[in-house]
Structure formats: structure tokens, C-alpha cells
């Protein structure tokens, strides 16, 4: 499966390169549009499933520049994040128009999880019309409940967890250090954990990270997805029954669908 690809439209250098890290970091092809210019061209050629635009740009602002990508073909129906450093840029948009709007200088968690809302929306709609069925907006569960963290640092795992969980239409994100997961908690209250036991402790040590979970967000349900090879250490560090064993990823994934109906998500 291809990477989701996100342009970012912004004349910003610096906010340009750290926005480029983060999204490769979750495993985005991502394009940037140095200004309106070069992000119109970037739109036409790359065809991107999201845009993040800025507002306050050079020559053409974000609210012109917004109209003229929506008449071009192929454009309607993709979502677009406006980010703007004025709240009250967000009155020169329409809420039909944009997805959602975000301010510059929070949390770039709160991005990172509207850019992947956004790319389950577009999945979606690119799925309707495959299919032929008339396209249907996700409405996402208000509670979190519906909502699941996947904190890993194996990139194959995680694409194949979320393509199962996306397609039982629940909301799905993830994290790939300490730092990010905690980000993320503090952003949105899943209903499920799923934290990877993995053998190198210095990039994720999962024994370490759900104490810490269970001591600020206590009440969260974790599970502890591990491979056949490592069952043994993580059972001295986990009871049975929160862990998921799997020598393949259908393992992997027959356990979490049997988890997910068994917790009503």
C-alpha cells in the first residue's frame, strides 16, 4: 500500500523542515510548497490526500489561494487543514470548505491527529468511490472510546494495525517514542492502548511507559503486542492476559479484532 501523501503549503522554512519530520515520522510522503506559488504547483502535480496551508503568506494569502485549489479537478473532496497563527483567521473560512482549522504554537500532537483523521476520511471517500457507493463522511464517536493508540516503533506492524482498525471504522493514531505517546495522551483519552514489547529498551521500553500510564491516566486499557520470540521476558513483565503473542501479523491482528469486540469499541 502507498503512502498517504500530505502537501504543506507555508513559506516558513523552519516550521516547513520540523512539520516534514514529524509526518515522515508517522510514515506520511509528504510535499512542501515553499509560498502559494511553488504550493499550487506542488497541489497539481503531487495530488496529495491532504493539504496543511498556512494563511498569512506573500503575494496570495491562504484565503485566496483556498478557492482557486477547489476549482481545480480532483480537489473538492480533499481535506484541507488551515494553519494560521491569528484565531481569528479562521472567521475567512467557511466550515464547509476546510476540514479544520489549527492554530500555529499548539501542540504539535493536536496537528499530527487532524492530519490523521483527515487521511482516514480521504481512505474512505477514495474507498466509496472504488466501490461506486455514495460518498459518507466518518462520523468518529464523540467519546474516546472509539479512539486507539498504537505506541510502536516497528513501521510494518504499525501500517498494518491501523489498516485493520480504519477499517472498523474506528479512530486510529500512533506514536513512535515516549515523548510522542504522552503527547498523545494528553491530547485525546483513548479507549485502548496497544503498546509493542520491543527488546531494545533505549528506544521504547514498555514496561517503563505503562507504569507511567498507569500512574497519569489510570483507567485507560492497555494491551502488550510482542512476538513469539520475546513471550518469556514479557511475561515476567506483564500478566498473561494483557499480553498479545503473534509469530505473524494475521496473529497479531486476530488478537486485537477478538480484543476490540471483547471491549464493545
Known amino acids: 500500500m502507498m503512502a498517504r501523501k500530505v502537501l504543506i503549503i507555508d513559506d516558513d522554512p523552519s516550521l516547513t523542515v520540523l512539520l516534514k519530520n514529524r509526518l515522515r515520522q508517522k ?82 500532537s493536536a496537528l499530527m491527529n487532524k492530519v490523521e483523521e483527515a487521511i482516514a476520511l480521504k481512505a474512505e471517500e477514495d474507498q466509496d468511490k472504488k466501490t461506486g457507493a455514495e460518498p459518507e463522511r466518518i462520523q468518529y ?26 477499517s472498523k471504522k474506528l479512530y486510529v493514531y500512533a506514536a513512535i517514542d515516549e515523548e510522542d505517546i504522552f503527547e498523545s495522551l494528553h491530547q485525546a483519552r483513548p479507549g485502548l492502548v496497544l503498546l509493542q514489547y520491543w527488546e531494545d529498551l533505549e528506544r521504547l521500553d514498555a514496561k517503563k511507559v505503562f ?48 480484543v476490540i469486540e471483547s471491549k464493545g469499541l
Open 141 to 166: 464517536r464523540e467519546n474516546k472510546e472509539g479512539q486507539i493508540l498504537i505506541a510502536a516503533v516497528d513501521e510494518y506492524l504499525t501500517v498494518k494495525l491501523k489498516e485493520f482498525i480504519e
Open 27 to 108: 510514515h506520511y510522503d509528504v510535499v512542501v510548497g515553499h509560498g502559494p506559488a511553488e504550493g499550487f504547483k506542488q497541489a497539481v502535480a503531487a495530488k496529495p490526500d491532504v493539504i496543511i496551508l498556512d494563511v498569512m503568506m506573500p503575494e496570495v494569502s491562504g484565503v485566496d489561494l483556498m478557492p482557486i485549489l477547489k476549482k481545480q479537478d480532483g480537489f473538492k473532496n480533499v481535506p484541507v487543514i488551515i494553519l494560521s497563527g491569528k484565531d481569528s483567521m479562521r472567521d475567512h473560512f467557511s466550515p464547509q470548505d476546510i476540514f479544520c482549522f489549527v492554530q500555529k504554537g499548539s501542540d504539535f
Open 211 to 258: 507504569q507511567e500510564i498507569n500512574q497519569k491516566f489510570k483507567g485507560i486499557p492497555v494491551m502488550i503486542f510482542c512476538p513469539f520470540s520475546l513471550e518469556i521476558d514479557a511475561s515476567q513483565d506483564f500478566p498473561r492476559e494483557m499480553l498479545m503473542v503473534y509469530k505473524e501479523s494475521p496473529d497479531l491482528i486476530q488478537q486485537l479484532n477478538t
